[in-house]
């Protein structure tokens, strides 16, 4: 999907313990030994670790099976196996791990440097030596390894973001992400340049705060319009949205009502953010009179005018995004 992959289904396992070792000493000058068979290793685990670097899980999507390594079988003088390596499986922040069948919810990595066994390794079986006792002097048994575990998985990204940019297509929004952060959104005077999400960050003293890029959302976008709802979920755990409003869009009057709309078909919940408006390209000839139409119109809410060309109201979005990151 436009090269950002957000959801791939994979198997995963845990490795099977190694089995325990028959043996019997063997020395010169003592003919009949003891048993001595060794224990067999434990079978890797399956481990998920979270990485702030990582933004995707493309890395994730050319391999379908990710097998942890079998416990070695123990040896003869009491040796252990040697124990199977774990499998760690690096995500970005937001991943989240589904039953493949039953997309029941299994874990939710939301933290940084996270580190979580998922399926435990087998344990590796007891050799021979276990086993000896007052009437077997000789058992000629050891036990085989624990099998290990092995699951269908998908796995499925949602960004975790402070703020997330709705608007229609060519609005401003990778301009302003641009502008405020590290980013480096393609920016254009065409709609739906920007295809696939985009995080930026600025801080505010302490505080860092991510700002989601999404693509540009049409009339009719949760019903599969335009590039659709599909990364509309990439904003659904945020702080708060940021509405922007084309001031050089003849339809500026009713794009907020449209946008919201949009969200609310796909989630009520998303609809009910705490937000801002953003009345972007301010610079245009024709924005200050729509403006003041706009403010008509919603007399109760916060309308920021914003041109990123002359850089007025920057300071105020900056302001903005702070505040609702704390909500
Ligand atoms: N006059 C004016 N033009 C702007 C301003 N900000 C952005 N633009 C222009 O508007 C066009 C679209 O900008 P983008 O930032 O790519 O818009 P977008 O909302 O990310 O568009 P999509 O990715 O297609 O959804 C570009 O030609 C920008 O140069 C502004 O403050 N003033
Ligand atoms: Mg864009």
């Not at 702030?52 to 995707?56: G, P």
């Given at each position: 999907m436009f090269g950002f992959t957000d959801e791939t289904t994979i198997t995963a396992a845990s490795g099977h313990g190694g089995s325990g070792c028959v043996s019997f000493r063997r020395e010169k000058y003592v003919p009949r030994g003891g048993p001595d068979g060794g224990d067999g290793g434990k079978g890797g685990d399956v481990v998920f670790r979270v990485r702030?670097?990582?933004?995707?899980l493309a890395h994730l999507a050319s391999q379908d099976k990710f097998f942890a390594e079998n416990g070695k079988p123990g040896k003869g003088r009491k040796k252990h196996g040697s124990d199977g390596q774990d499998l760690i499986i690096d995500v970005p922040p937001g991943t989240i791990i589904r039953d493949?069948?039953?997309?029941?919810?299994?874990?939710?990595?939301?933290?940084?440097e996270e580190h979580w066994v998922f399926l435990e390794g087998g344990k590796g079986g007891k050799g021979?030596?276990?086993?000896?006792s007052a009437t077997r002097q000789a058992p000629r048994y050891a036990q085989s390894g624990l099998p290990g575990v092995q699951r269908n998985l998908i796995i499925e990204l949602r960004i975790i973001a402070d703020i997330g940019f709705v608007g229609?297509?060519?609005?401003g929004k990778s301009s302003l992400l641009n502008l405020l952060t590290n980013a480096h959104s393609k920016v254009a005077?065409?709609?739906?340049?920007?295809?696939i999400p985009h995080l930026g960050v600025f801080s505010s003293g302490e505080r860092l705060i991510t700002l989601a890029d999404i693509p540009g959302i049409i009339e009719g976008a949760s019903q599969?319009?335009?590039?659709?709802?599909?990364?509309?979920k990439h904003i659904a755990r945020t702080s708060g949205i940021a509405y922007f409003i084309d001031m050089?869009?003849?339809?500026f009057l009713s794009a907020y009502e449209k946008l919201v709309n949009e969200l609310r078909t796909y989630s009520p919940e998303l609809a009910r953010k705490p937000e801002v408006m953003i009345a972007s390209?301010?610079?245009?000839?024709?924005a200050p009179q729509r403006l003041e139409q706009l403010q008509k119109l919603y007399p109760q809410k916060e309308i920021i005018p914003l041109s990123v060309f002359s850089g007025a109201g920057v300071q105020q979005v900056r302001q903005a995004f702070m505040r609702l990151a704390a909500s």
């Open positions: 702030r670097n990582l933004r995707t493949a069948e039953t997309r029941e919810v299994l874990k939710d990595l939301t933290g940084e021979n030596w276990h086993f000896r229609f297509p060519n609005a005077g065409y709609p739906f340049t920007t295809k599969g319009a335009g590039l659709g709802i599909t990364f509309l050089g869009d003849e339809h390209k301010m610079d245009l000839p024709e």
